[in-house]
C-alpha cells in the first residue's frame, strides 16, 4: 500500500474547517489536530482518499481541490521547496519534482515528456479512480501551478490543462485559476508548458545552494530505498503479533533486534509512526481476511487485535466508511 504526506491531509480539512468537524477528520486517519504539521509523516494513500470523500460527502467539493492546491506554499515543503525555489530556470524546478516527490508519495510519479508545442507534465498515478483520488488529482495539478507562480518573475499559466476523469458540474473555478483551457476526459492528468516558460529564470535561482540541496535530496532517497525493508518487516511481525492484542512498540522492536529508540527514530526517518503502521496492518490484514469466506466475523476482529467484534466494526467503519458485513457481502458480488 502507497503512502501519501500528511500535509495534504491537514491541507483539505483545514480548507473545509468551518463547515466539519476537523478534529474527528483528522483522528480519522490517526492525526493529531493540536500536533505540529510534519509533512515527512506519512498516511496511507487509501486512507487519504477515504478522507476526502467523507469531506465531500459533508460539503460540495467542487472547487475543494483548486483551493487547496493554490494554498500550497515553496516552504511547505522542506528542502523540496528550497530545492524548487533554487533552480535557475522553472524547467530546473520541474524536473526536481520529477526526480525528487518520491519523497512525499509513493503512489505518485511524475514525468517531463516532450509535446509538438513544449514540455508535458505528467502525473501518473495507479489505481481505482474513485472520487477520493480524482479529487487529489486535481489538488496536485492546482498544487503545481501555485508554487510555479510563487517562483515566475512574471505570471505563470500553463497551454493547456489535462484531467483525466469526466469534468464535475462546474468548471469556472478551475478555468478562473489556471487561467488556460482545461481539458477534462483527457488521455492523462498533465500541464503543458510552452518553451519559453520552462526556460524562465526563477527569482531566487542559485547554483550554489542548489547544489548543496540536491546532495541533501539523494541522501533523502537513499534512507528511503534503506527503510523500506523494515518497514515490511514491521507490518509482518505486527500482522503475526495482532492476535494477542494490539502489540507494543517496545516488543515489535526486540523482535525485530532493535531498541524501542532506535526503532521509533527509524520509523519517523520514514516519515512514519508505530501507531500509523499499526493501523495500516490491521486495516490491510482485515480487508484481506474478509475477502475469505472461511473466517467469520468474530474470528477476523480477534485476528486483527480487537478484544470485541463491535470495536472492530466500529474501526473498520472508520477506516473504509462501510462495515465489515457490508465490505465483505460488496466484495463477493464483484
Known amino acids: 500500500m502507497g503512502y501519501i504526506t500528511s500535509l495534504f491531509a491537514r491541507k483539505m480539512v483545514a480548507a473545509v474547517s468551518t463547515q466539519v468537524d ?3 477528520l483528522l483522528a480519522s486517519v490517526g492525526l493529531d489536530a493540536e500536533a505540529q ?4 509523516a506519512m498516511i496511507p494513500a487509501d486512507t487519504y482518499y477515504d478522507l476526502l470523500e467523507r469531506i465531500a460527502a459533508q460539503t460540495d467539493p467542487t472547487d475543494l481541490p483548486i483551493r487547496v492546491g493554490a494554498s500550497m506554499q515553496l516552504n511547505e515543503y522542506g528542502a523540496l521547496g528550497l530545492a524548487f ?3 535557475t530556470t522553472l524547467g530546473g524546478s520541474f524536473q526536481r519534482i520529477e526526480r525528487y516527490a518520491r519523497l512525499w508519495t509513493s503512489v505518485v510519479e511524475y514525468e517531463l515528456r516532450p509535446d ?5 507534465f505528467i502525473l501518473h498515478r495507479l489505481g481505482e479512480r474513485r472520487l477520493g483520488l480524482r479529487l487529489s488529482n486535481e489538488a496536485t495539478l492546482a498544487s503545481a501551478v501555485s508554487i510555479a507562480r510563487q517562483v515566475s518573475p512574471v505570471h505563470f499559466t500553463p497551454l493547456e490543462v489535462f484531467v483525466q476523469h469526466p469534468a464535475p458540474e462546474s468548471t469556472a473555478t478551475h478555468a478562473d485559476y489556471f487561467d488556460c483551457p482545461v481539458r477534462f476526459d483527457a488521455d492523462y492528468d498533465a ?6 516558460t520552462l526556460s524562465q529564470p526563477n527569482i531566487l535561482g542559485d547554483e550554489g545552494i542548489s547544489r548543496y540541496l540536491i546532495s541533501h535530496l539523494d541522501a533523502e532517497l ?3 530505498a534503506e527503510e523500506a525493508p523494515l518497514v515490511v518487516r514491521a507490518k509482518d511481525t505486527i500482522a503475526q503479533a495482532l492476535s494477542e492484542g494490539t502489540p507494543r512498540m517496545a516488543d515489535i522492536a526486540r523482535a525485530l533486534g532493535l531498541s524501542a529508540r ?10 512514519m509512526s508505530f501507531q500509523t503502521l499499526t493501523e ?4 490491510a490484514l482485515a480487508e484481506g481476511l474478509l475477502r475469505d469466506e472461511n473466517h467469520s466475523l468474530a474470528e477476523i476482529a480477534f485476528l486483527t487485535g480487537f478484544s470485541e467484534q463491535s470495536s472492530f466494526t466500529r474501526a473498520f467503519k472508520r477506516w473504509v466508511g462501510t462495515t465489515p458485513a457490508s465490505y465483505r457481502k460488496d466484495r463477493m458480488r464483484r
Open 37 to 40: 504539521w510534519d509533512p515527512k
Open 280 to 283: 495500516d496492518t490491521r486495516r
Open 116 to 120: 509538438p508545442r513544449g514540455t508535458l
Open 262 to 271: 532506535s526503532f521509533h527514530r527509524r520509523l519517523s526517518e520514514h516519515g
Open 222 to 224: 537513499a534512507e528511503i
Open 191 to 196: 500541464l503543458l508548458f510552452s518553451p519559453k
Open 85 to 87: 525555489k533554487a533552480a
Open 22 to 24: 476537523t478534529v474527528a
